[in-house]
């Protein structure tokens, strides 16, 4: 399960990519846009601009001062994501693997096939080989609902803890 574990990990920090931007120029380029606005507002002050020559060279300022906001506020985001793709310690997969072998054991037929169907996503079988791919949720509670042949639906149960 570890191996497994640290090869997910190994694939989801492939996926991430360096922030798009550079925040620390991004923020210098909004201190320029309000600074250029201030001069605007000095300007409209001193009576040397009209209130609509304001507005038409300031609002366009303030739409790109925005959206440079908004770039930092993602690539924020996006950096915060990428740091909370850790894995457990290994004592607590161990014990993890302990307790969800301990139930698994307690299960009838139908749990299991329930559970095996809710963490599969994808088998592929070629000649002599046969590729599972699917995920195991680490929560607390796992809902099971299975379905037979016949379509009726087998009784729901709730398993603690893994």
Known sequence: ???????????????IQKSAINIEETKKEIAKL????????????AGAITLDQFKEYTIPLKDKAFSFNNQIIKAELEGERA???????????K???EKASQKINNLNFNE?????RSIIDKVVGVREELQV?????????INVCTSDRNCGLAERREIDAF
Request: aromatic share 10%; charged share 25%.
């Open 34 to 45: 309000k600074d250029q606005e201030d001069r605007y507002a000095k300007a409209y002050g």
């Open 83 to 93: 740091g909370e793709k850790t894995l457990p310690p290994l004592k607590d997969i």
């Open 95 to 97: 014990i993890f693997s």
């Open 133 to 141: 791919c699917g995920y195991i949720p680490i929560t607390s509670n």
């Open 112 to 116: 299991k096939k329930a559970i095996v």
């Open 1 to 15: 399960m570890v191996k497994q574990a640290e090869s997910w990990l190994n694939n989801q920090n492939k996926g």
